[in-house]
């Protein structure tokens, strides 16, 4: 028996057992041999009965490794820049975070910060903390500085109005640590606001998206699960809201006390039927892809966690997809971990004379039909799914 490792209670059995993951989605690798070899994880999909909580048990903290290579960025696509943009204008224009000092908690590229600071008159500074940038010290005249360390209670010496962080809890398998040590950075700050944004895996299950179960992402939140790390934590959350096609959420909170949020809610149940269902998708897409290939080659449209768990799932042999594309030219030319399909750009589907193409995101699926627009050949396949 596990313990929840936000609530402390006993944990039924996994809802979902993957014997053998690949433990990084956005690694890509040189060579189709090395990313047969890649290092592999086990997946135990648990959902906590009394606080909602989802967690991989089976997660082992020393495997991933996000250093050098490791590149999830999603700004190449129009639709997820379209998404940063949106955010940075709540935070300015609805939430007023305006002459601000910003820090980012796992900033990445600093994609989404940079925003943020040079939004025209919001007149804000940042500073960005993760261990694995690898850009200028600065940037924006000063504005923008970076830390390749983490953020944690040593960083009171840093001030801070507002706390961003996306994308970073969901790959920590002690989320209370996270929290507390930001709550610890900003003791001397109680009016400070913190913002994060995480996948919504009340959406995952409801929709039973297997793909979204993967290493990388140990722990999964619903609302009021996240709302109750939070509170564990010594933060008062004031709104959580769905945002992306409703399959993140966004979180604002502040320093003080809150009432724990009780109950699972309908988590468990929903678990327990997406379990249920995964060897019926599985043989469903491999039908589909079937229905396909007997009409010409197939791609997937996407390299990144979803299109490299589910080429995993369904071709882990690499024998039935001919090649997954992607738009981030530092992944084209490699090979999608687990698997070795090729990772190639849109024009390569011609010259590969691919027919269909899947896409891996419901998000993305009118940018990849203007861009097939443009390139000929290749045709959408139906997203029903
Ligand atoms: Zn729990």
Redesign the pocket.
């Known amino acids: 028996m596990t313990a929840?490792p936000?609530?402390?209670?006993a944990?039924p059995p996994p809802f979902l057992v993957r014997p053998s993951v690949p433990v990084h989605q956005n690694l890509p690798a040189a060579t189709a041999a090395e990313a047969q070899a890649a290092p592999r994880g086990r997946l135990e999909m648990v959902a906590?009965g009394?606080?909602?909580?989802v967690f991989n048990r089976a997660f082992d903290p020393a495997l991933p490794r996000y250093g050098p290579g490791y590149d999830n960025a999603q700004g190449h696509s129009p639709a997820f820049a379209a998404h940063l943009d949106a955010l940075a204008r709540h935070l300015v224009e609805q939430r007023g975070v305006r002459g601000a000092r910003i820090v980012e908690v796992g900033c990445g590229r600093g994609d989404f910060l940079a925003r943020l600071v040079a939004w025209p008159g919001a007149d804000n500074r940042g500073t960005g903390f993760d261990p694995a940038y690898d850009g200028p010290d600065e940037a924006l005249g000063g504005r923008l500085r970076f830390a390749r360390r983490l953020y944690g209670p040593d960083c009171a010496d840093v001030p801070a109005d507002v706390v961003v962080c996306r994308h970073v809890i969901e790959h920590v398998a002690d989320p209370l640590a996270l929290l507390r040590a930001v709550r610890g950075a900003l003791r001397g700050a109680p009016g400070a606001r913190v913002f994060f944004e995480t996948p919504d895996v009340a959406w995952i299950l409801a929709n039973a998206v297997i793909w979204d179960f993967f290493y990388e992402h140990c722990s999964l939140f619903s609302p009021a699960?996240l709302a109750g790390a939070f509170a564990r934590a010594g933060f008062a959350t004031a709104e959580t809201r769905a945002v992306f096609d409703r399959q993140y959420l966004w979180l604002e909170a502040r320093p003080g006390d809150a009432p724990m949020p009780h109950g699972?809610g309908d988590i468990p149940a929903l678990a327990t039927s997406c379990g249920a269902t995964e060897a019926a998708r599985l043989a469903a897409w491999g039908a589909r892809l079937a229905g396909l290939v007997a009409r010409g080659k197939v791609a997937l449209w996407g390299a990144g966690a979803k299109g490299v768990t589910l080429a995993n799932l369904v071709d882990p042999d690499a024998k039935t997809i001919d090649c997954v594309v992607d738009i981030n030219p530092d992944k084209q030319g490699r090979f999608v971990p687990g698997t070795g399909h090729a990772i190639v750009p849109p024009s390569a589907l011609a010259t590969r004379g691919v027919r269909h193409v899947v896409p891996m995101n419901p998000a993305y699926r009118h940018e990849i039909a203007d861009l097939l627009l443009g390139l000929g050949g290749a045709q959408l396949a139906e997203w029903d799914d």
């Open positions: 929840c936000l609530c402390a209670a944990t906590c009394a606080c909602g909580f699960s699972a």
